[in-house]
């Protein structure tokens, strides 16, 4: 298949631009928020005779009218239908519908219509409650609630950040789950209807602002009945939506009760460990499963084999809020050997620019046990080699050396917990306080004209 990547200026050297076929600059770079400029996108593929494009992770894959946007034009969008997507980025929506389809999901409420109607459900469900943005997602707009004096601000607070950052401020309550473990599940489906799932994955280990750092398949010590029951929550709920292409479901799991939270309807950053233990391409079969070829197997054709671990290497400050680093890599040495794979788009003499996602190389890891895969991890990270900039390798390795990691008994509470025994200083909201840090924030970018 031949490749039209497009970029914005600040990343006109990212090594996506060289390995396409072709490459065009599609704005001027994150002041003008170049990667969601739908116009030049759509542009740029129609003038090199695309057939279909390719969301990626973020910005555009969750985007209902822009997967609209691409079937007005005769691009095939490669994800599910923009209904489809619609329906799970409300997040109130999609606990409903899950609901219907008899998948359990976390005891609260549908939108909120007043402050004292969030007052009634609270007493009802039992304080502590959460309050979600029903727009929001990935943790946006959530507020804990301890009991009912703090009720009337977190309901203000969340309402107004939701408008904000979303415009939309409705919200909704849950009940807080304490402690619980991030279990999501891989589906893949066809335009016929046909439905599998490719096993979970556990991304319990995360920092604050829920930034996933590591995460592994399959899950540890989940029990045989709650695994299965988890998968096959999953095809049930993927069915009653009529789900096309890759997607995501994550749930809480707590003890032997597992939750439904979100669906996330675009391929995953750690989409890789399904991968490694499946044995299958999930891009190539995103790219089948939009040309309307069927899956081609059933559920019993699949199995999960050995154990693979994903560490994120992110250009960041762990020991300073994670504040992200910018910068020139003058060296750069990525692990190999067997078992081991690294998605990366850095190379020696590349220059991270401030802007976007801090995130330089996935390093993954497989074996026949989670203990051969855990010791090829740290092999591999000990051989990775990236001068310039801090990262979160140390900090992986830390985390892999953690006794409760080792065992695998941990869940979302871990890395918030291990980040304070080594005195690793966090905010709430994962990013430094103000005026500690001035110096090291982005520049705003300089424009430099139109592509
Ligand atoms: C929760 C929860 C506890 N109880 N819902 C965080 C992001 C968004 N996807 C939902 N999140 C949570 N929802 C209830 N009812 C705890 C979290 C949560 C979390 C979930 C997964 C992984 C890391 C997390 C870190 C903090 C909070």
Not at 136 to 161: F, I, P, Q
Not at 170 to 185: A, D, F, M, N, T
Not at 288 to 297: Q, S, V
Not at 364 to 390: C, N, P
């Amino acid at each position: 298949m031949r490749t039209v990547a497009i970029f914005s200026q600040p990343d006109r050297e990212s090594l996506h631009v060289r390995q396409a076929d072709e490459a065009f600059c599609v704005g001027p770079g994150p002041a003008a928020r170049s990667y969601l400029n739908v116009p030049n996108i759509i542009s740029t593929a129609l003038i090199t005779g695309c057939d279909a494009i390719h969301p990626g992770y973020g910005f555009l894959a969750e985007n209902a009218r822009f997967a609209e946007i691409c079937a007005d034009h005769g691009l095939t969008f490669i994800g599910p239908q923009p209904a489809v997507i619609a329906m799970m980025g409300d997040k109130a929506t999609a606990k409903r519908i899950m609901r219907e389809a008899g998948v359990p999901t976390t005891p609260g409420t549908d939108v909120l219509g007043s402050v004292e109607e969030a007052y009634a459900a609270a007493a009802a469900i039992g304080y502590p409650v959460l309050l979600k943005a029903t727009a929001g997602g990935g943790g946006k707009g959530m507020r804990v609630v301890e009991d009912a004096r703090d009720l009337a601000r977190a309901y203000a607070s969340a309402t107004a950040e939701a408008e904000a950052s979303f415009k939309d401020g409705r919200v909704y309550l849950e009940k807080l789950i304490r402690g619980p473990r991030h279990l999501e599940v891989q589906v893949l489906g066809d335009d016929d209807g046909n439905i599998v799932h490719l096993g979970e994955r556990d991304c319990s280990v995360q920092k604050p602002a829920h930034l996933k750092l590591i995460e592994e398949s399959p899950a540890v010590h989940l029990p045989a009945r709650t695994r299965n029951k988890l998968h096959e929550m999953a095809v049930q709920a993927c069915r009653h939506v009529g789900y096309t292409n890759a997607g995501t479901l994550e749930f809480l799991a707590v003890g032997d009760d597992v939750y439904f939270m979100e669906m996330n309807t675009r391929i995953q950053v750690e989409h890789p460990v399904t991968e490694m233990v499946y044995g299958i391409d999930l891009v190539k079969e995103q790219i089948r499963i939009a040309a309307g070829e069927p899956l081609g197997y059933a559920q019993s054709d699949l199995a999960s084999r050995g154990h693979a671990i994903e560490c994120r290497i992110n250009a960041e400050d762990t020991r300073n809020h994670f504040a992200p680093a910018a910068g020139a890599v003058s060296k750069v040495v990525f692990p190999g050997g067997p078992g081991i794979r690294v998605d990366t788009h850095l190379y020696a003499g590349a220059t991270i620019p401030p802007y976007y996602d801090s995130m330089l190389a996935k390093v993954v890891a497989f074996g026949d046990t989670r203990e051969i895969a855990i010791a090829r991890m740290e092999r591999a990270l000990r051989e990775t080699l990236i001068e310039g900039v801090r990262t979160t390798i140390d900090l992986c390795l830390e985390i892999l050396a953690a006794p409760a990691f080792r065992e695998g008994r941990y869940d979302i509470e871990f890395l918030p917990n291990l980040l304070t025994e080594i005195g690793a200083p966090v905010s709430l909201n994962g990013t430094p306080p103000l005026g500690e840090l001035g110096a090291a924030r982005p520049p705003r970018a300089k424009p430099v004209g139109p592509p």
